[in-house]
Each structure stands twice: as structure tokens, then as C-alpha cells.
């Protein structure tokens, strides 16, 4: 007779079906209900699902299920658009409507500002969820996998979650929408010329991944063909380029060669097969280019109302100094010095800031200068040797958060607003905590849909000095 876990129901064990009523959802986007007391964290379901599960995996104080059938569906269920939303890793939550999925985002930021940021009141000073009007075909870059499925058959689509599994679709529903005719004809190309896709196992084949990006404002279009080896090794690159440049708007097809043994999508060599090493794109009145391997926001129309915010917390008069801290291509960085006298960008990775000088340059901004390095070291570096003061800084870090010596770089500068952009709640609630500990006051708060129909979400908070 199987062991029951300590603390788990009597008589509860793997694969038993119970049923379930979906109470509360985590920030990964999994149902959660109970079964006699005892948790349990269920997929693809939503608040108010009443279902029959399988038990797949039990802990000590809590476990994981599968639905098995939909008893009741909750009223804020819906239909999802894309066919394989179930089995793909990427829209966890494209099953709540999209009034919900607002919902929960916002109340996904408010509780790590009260539990993990210690703010109190929290409602009065988040501003109205800015989401989208149509939330579908908004990303401008995307990145298939290619490989072969069960009977052998080329397929190119996402990878399932928590898994390296390639679920077959070129016609996502939140790529943009000429995305699709682009990877169909790749995959032709490579079945009429016998082109292997790559075998992470073996480490042989040659096409790996399809990355598109597409310009929103401009309409140009870039592919790029991830391979394990070099454009040598690729047969009849005419017919591929022909093929591609049937396509309105195509302006850049590359080859990048990629060679380790690696999750890592993009390798460090690029080689132009066709047209420019990049292409342009505006969001608003700033042009920015963008190669294979730039940073670049891949929502263009929610960043636009990211941004935007950004600058109104900022408050720019025209006679600012201002530090944009993880800066990237100088997206905000660009955006800001239309507004202020003198703004800073620094940025760890190196080519991204050769982008960020380009793109300052195409703008003929000469109010923007970029540094290379840690913030957390340039900062305080530059602040010692200098010490100018700057009126505004405006932060937007990685997933982990702002590291602790930045933090208190920020706090001895003493600008008059800090305005910090994110996107995990968890450590932008962690960062605001220290500043607010000190000499800063939690103002106004913005969480901005960039992500529909994911998890993930973005946030953009005004601290001014006490």
C-alpha cells in the first residue's frame, strides 16, 4: 500500500480524481483550490471553475493536479482563441477574460506592495490598469524552435511549459500576423532542400531556431535563421531570400551562427544574406534600429503608454539632469532627452549601447550620453568623481531587481523624483521598500498590460524626496 504524505488527506494518492472548486490564483497563473483542507495548484483553470482533477504530484503541505473535466466553468472563463493554448508555455492565462486578466494584475501588484513592501493603503495611490484595446498580434519579435515531431515531421511553434517539447503552430495568436507566412516558408524551403533541423541531444542539424522581428510604425520585417554551423552549409540561399522577399515589407534576413551546447537562442556572429543589418522603428516620435541581437520592447504599443507615463511621473521642464539606469538601446534614455537638459544612460551590455549611441546620433540628440558597465559600479563611480546631482533618475532593471549598492547610490544622490520601471512586483516591492525606508515617498503606482494574456506584467511607480 502506497505511503500517504504527512498532512495530506486520508487515503489521497497520485492519479486519484477529486473535485475541485477553484478559490484563489497564484501569480504564475495556476488555479488554486482545496480538497478536504489540503491545497492543490491546477492549470488552465480560473477563479470560480468547479472541476474534477488528477492528482499528479503530492508534497507535504500541498499538490499539483490536471483537469479532467469542467464541471461548472466560472463566469469569468472564456474560450480561448489560439487552439493549442493548453499545451503552449506562453499564454497561462489566455482561458480568463481579458477584463480579469487587468484585474489580476493589478491586484498581483498591490499584494507584493503590502506584503513584501510593507506599503500601507496601497489602492489610493495605484492609478487606473492600463490594458489594451485589442490584445491580440501585438508582439513585433518572435523566436520557433525548430525540430521534428513524434512521426518525424519538420514542425516549427513554441515549447510546451517546463519543457523543451515543441508544440507545432505558426499562426500565434499574439505574434505579429505576417509572423506566420514567414516560418511556413522557411519550413518550406528547408523540406524542398533537405535541410536537418537541430537536435539539442545529439547537437547535430543545422536550423535551430526562426526569429522575426517587424517594425510596428515602419512595416519593415527582419528574419533571422538561427543554425548550428555558418551560411556555408546552407543549400540554395537564393531560393530561401526569393521566397522571403515575396513578402511586403521585408527589408533584412541574416544568418547567425550558433555552435555551443546551449539553451541560449542567439549566438554572438551575424551574417546580412539579404537587404540591411537592421530595421527602424518609431515609438512615438523617436526612431530607434534594431539588429538581431538589440533589446528592443516587444509590445511597440503598450510601450509607447509605458514610456509615456514614465515621462509624466518624471515631471521634465527642460532644465533637468537625469540618469537612466539600465538603459539598454536607449529606449527611455531617448525618450527623456526630448524633454530634459542632460541625461545619462548606462548599460551593462556593451552592443547595446553602440545601439543606444546610433540611435541618439539618428535622433541628432546631443543631450544623451551612455556608459558602459554595472550600474551598481558606474553609478557611484561617476557620482564620486562628479558629483552631479541629478533631479530625476529612472530605473528599469532586470527580473532580480536593482542590486543593494545602487540603491543606496540612488538614496545619497538625493534626486528630487525617483521613478522605477519593472517588471517582476516581487522585487520592485523588495527595491521601494529600502528607498521608502529612507528619505522617499511612494506616490503614484501604473501596472501597464504589456504581456496580454500572460503572467508577466509591467510597472512604472513615482517616489518623490520627502
Known sequence: ???????????????????????????????????????????????????????TKLKKHYGY?????????????????????????????????????????????????????????????????CGMKDPWHYRNKAQFPVGYDKEGNLVAGFYAGRTHSIVANTDCMIQAEVTGRIVENVLDYMRENHVPAYDEKSHTGLVRHILTRVGFSTGEIMVCL?????????????????????????ASIIINSNTEKTNKILGTHCETLWGKDYIEDRIGEVRYRIGPLSFYQVNPVQTKVLYSKALEYANLKGEETVWDLYCGIGTISLFLAKKAKQVYGVEIVKEAVEDARKNAALNHMDNVEFYVGKAEEVVPAQYEKTGIHPDVIVVDPPRKGCDATLLYTMLAMEPERIVYVSCDPATLARDLKILCEENYELKKVTVVDQFGHSTHVETVCLLSRK
Open 1 to 55: 500500500m502506497k505511503k500517504v504524505k504527512e498532512n495530506s488527506p486520508v487515503n489521497l494518492k497520485k492519479n486519484q480524481v477529486i473535485p475541485l472548486t477553484i478559490e484563489d490564483f497564484t501569480k504564475e497563473g495556476e488555479g488554486l483550490g482545496k480538497y478536504q483542507g489540503f491545497p492543490f495548484f491546477v492549470k488552465d483553470t480560473v477563479i470560480g471553475d468547479k472541476v474534477k482533477v488528477s492528482v
Open 65 to 129: 493536479a490536471r483537469v479532467v473535466e469542467i464541471l461548472e466553468p466560472s463566469p469569468d472563463r472564456v474560450e480561448p482563441v489560439c487552439p493549442v493554448a493548453r499545451q503552449c508555455g506562453g499564454c497561462k492565462i489566455q482561458q480568463l477574460s481579458y477584463e480579469k486578466q487587468l484585474e489580476f494584475k493589478k491586484n498581483l501588484v498591490a499584494g507584493c506592495l503590502t506584503h513584501i513592501g510593507g506599503f500601507k493603503n496601497v489602492d489610493t495611490i495605484m492609478e487606473p490598469v
Open 226 to 250: 538561427i543554425v548550428n554551423g555558418n551560411r556555408k552549409q546552407l543549400p540554395h540561399v537564393r531560393s530561401l531570400v526569393d521566397r522571403l522577399t515575396k513578402i511586403e515589407g521585408m
